[in-house]
């Protein structure tokens, strides 16, 4: 049973940081490709960023692109998403994904995470 459990969420002032960890079990990922999503009060679900699991290149959103940092660590089967610089409109609940393919549709991605809340406050 493939699990994806996410942590590290929070509240922080804004200019702050937070990493947030996504902890995978249940099937070899080395074939994945992992995504950080999130879901703001009142918004859409969206793509934050991705990561093959065998590593290369990163994805980002443009509206994190320079602040957040994605992440994997093999040997202890996570994903991380390093977030600096954090604002008010970072707000959101934040998904751990696994799929198959680089995307940034959340309809691409075959497993999720519980999600993890992460405040900002202004």
């Known amino acids: 049973q493939v699990q994806l459990v996410e942590s590290g969420g929070g509240l922080v002032q804004a200019g702050g940081s937070l990493r947030l960890s996504c902890a995978a079990s249940?099937?070899?990922?080395?074939?994945?490709?992992m995504g950080w999503f999130r879901q703001g009060p009142g918004k859409e679900r969206e793509f934050v960023a991705v990561?093959?699991?065998?590593?290369?290149?990163?994805y980002y959103a443009d509206s994190v692109r320079g602040r957040f940092t994605i992440s994997r660590n093999a040997a202890r089967n996570t994903v991380n998403l390093q977030m600096n610089s954090l604002k008010a409109e970072d707000t959101a609940v934040y998904y751990c994904?696994?799929?198959?393919?680089?995307?940034?549709?959340?309809?691409?991605?075959?497993?999720w995470g519980q999600g993890t809340q992460v405040t900002v406050s202004s």
């Open positions: 249940g099937r070899t990922f080395s074939n994945y490709v």
């Open positions: 994904a696994a799929g198959t393919t680089i995307a940034t549709t959340e309809t691409l991605y075959d497993y």
């Open positions: 990561v093959q699991w065998s590593g290369g290149t990163a």
